[in-house]
């Protein structure tokens, strides 16, 4: 059974792995794990408490908020430590690095997805199936 058209152009806007990629191989791996790892840990935790201490509408939407935002850094977590070295980084993005400032740009950009609420984790389970 072939998948929708819709559902391959999103599959497509974003590969999340290759974000990982392009950020170890401007970054470094030790980096870029601390970077998920906070962005995963601090922001549920932040999120949790900003629930447990919110009393208005705007601070439970704030502390959801965050905990989706912690969410969308497991993948990205989950990648990075799949690829664990610069050569599979390097074998991740094939010729894409022939041209770094493009590379990065295009990634760059497709990092702003993290901030939209679970998106990446919808993204990386469209991708997989």
Known sequence: MQAR?????????SNLRKLAAID?????YKFV???????????????????????????I??????????????P???YT???ANKEATQAELGSELSDKA????????QSLLLFIPLAAPILAILRHQ
């Open 81 to 83: 430590l799949s690829i």
């Open 5 to 13: 058209p819709d559902i391959e152009n999103f599959r497509s806007m």
């Open 24 to 28: 170890i191989v401007f970054l470094g």
């Open 33 to 59: 794990i601390a970077e998920y790892a906070v962005g995963v840990f601090f922001s549920v935790a932040l999120g949790v408490f900003v629930l447990y201490r919110g009393h208005s509408f705007w601070q």
């Open 102 to 109: 493009a590379a990065m740009s295009k990634y760059r950009r």
């Open 61 to 74: 939407v704030l502390g959801i908020y965050l905990i989706s935002l912690g969410i969308n850094y497991i």
């Open 76 to 78: 990205m977590l989950a």
